[in-house]
């Protein structure tokens, strides 16, 4: 216990001692970890809305406009055969136009629609895949590329076929574009604030060399000798940590909860929780702090 | 070079700059290995030992440097206790030791001045104490009194003398050839590296700390005043 006291107070004596380069460690590491918890969450909502679009996935195979349900069932069931389709729908035409209604609403299109005296949408079965990746597969299983360039459909009912993977795939880039630009962001500012770390507990082993020279002659352990530096380490992440994690909250609490409570968006991405978030925020300081004393003192402290 | 101390003995290091006394010092707190050969102490090679119990042979010796290796910031009684806190003693194993061993190096009234507030020789006697808290079985001094006039070097030998007289094995390196001569002691000369000289006490007897002190004095040509380690002067 006293030994505990004598590391904390060493601690402490340092940090005061050596105020502007820890003052300095410390606004680093708030800024660090205030980017990573808005980070974090961003990266997390971008990749819940790219796995939504992939699961929405599918093919669209159009059947000419004259096409009899009967040749439709037939289609179908030959699509049903192709591995990788989890479950196809036949939508008729009837089917079709009531869809394309609900979907466009009330408004100048609506009446547009209903100026048609006839039913302008051909029959269409809707093709879901096991997993998004074999769209591809299952497109080149119902039109196969023949040697002359002109694609064969399986069966001459078959008009087009029209992938939404087009659209999937431009959303994927730029979540991905997101993901990648956030999270190199947030390693440079770790590694900035690893760096600033290492040099305040630098500087302290400069500063405290004598203290470090009369501890290893009167027989201070090598451990004994370390403790001070890594808690010194430690207490500069937690505080910067601390001050981050009371700043997020703040916002948290002022910012995105009123905004959350009137737009259902928001509150719909599924994301981290908050605890959650804290905890890995914790945990990074607690490890990037560490790893800033750790290096020093394998480099500078040789005892 | 090959030697042995016996324990309770006192002996010089003597010899030019440069031929070795700090590093032959160095060496017995395994702060240097030795290129070949060995080093024991208390019949143990101490270059054998294990890297994390090299600490706790530094426990059982006490050093002192030419240049006190003091700690600026913390009072006489702090620099001492830092010794024992440091090595993992109690609260009131400080409370307890501290004073004591700093009235027997004479510097009870000093207890909380910082070492810019001392003189050398006062400095060199808080080293001592810190040296000595502990109070290990061999005291190693690497030019105590390099920097001190010769009065204040009396003084310290006085102290040291004192310490060895308590059972201590104490080894002295210097260069102070007159102060080697009166103390009739044990003598290494080193030159280069190499033993050239292991004179045994010359005309060694057994005397007090204030015989000794008194006799040094006489045949320094110095006065008897100056600092008496807390004990009446005869």
Known sequence: MTRVLFFIAEALRALRRSAAPSLAAIVTVVLTTLL?????????????????????????????????????????????????VARTQYISRGQGLKTLRKEVGEGPLSRGLSQLNKNPLPPSISVYPDDPDNLNSIQARIVRPTANGKPKPISPAIDKVNSSQQVANKIRTVTNAVKIILSVIAVLLLVASLMLVANTIRLSV????????????????????????????????LLGAGVAIGLLWLGKVTIIDPLAENFALIDNFSTIGFKQLVGLLLGSAVVVSALGSGVTLRRFLRV | MSFALNRGEFAFI?????????????????????????????????????????PHLRRRIGTVFQDFKLLPNRTVYDNVAYALQVTGGGRGEIRAKVPEILRLVGLQGKIHNYPDQLSGGEQQRVSIARAFVNHPPLLLADEPTGNLDPETSIGIMQLLYRINRTGTTVLVATHDRDMVDRMRRRVLALDEGRLVRDEASAGYHDESTSEFAVRVRAEMGVGDEGHTNGEPSS
């Open chain 1, 36 to 84: 990573l918890g808005v980070f974090v969450p961003v990266i997390k909502a971008s990749s819940t809305a790219n796995q939504n679009v992939r699961s929405q996935l599918a093919l669209r195979v159009f059947l000419n406009a004259d096409a009899t349900k009967k040749q439709a069932l037939a289609v179908q069931k030959r699509i049903n055969k192709i591995p990788h």
């Open chain 1, 206 to 237: 400069y500063a405290r060399r004598r203290e470090v020279e009369v501890m290893r002659l009167v027989g201070a352990t090598n451990w004994f000798i370390r403790w001070p530096f890594v808690l010194e380490g430690l207490l500069v992440g």
């Open chain 2, 14 to 54: 003597v010899g030019p700059t440069g031929c070795g006394k700090s590093t032959l010092i160095r060496a017995l707190i395994r702060e240097v290995a030795p290129a070949d050969g060995q080093v024991l102490i208390a019949g143990r090679d101490i270059n054998r030992l294990r890297k994390s119990r090299v």
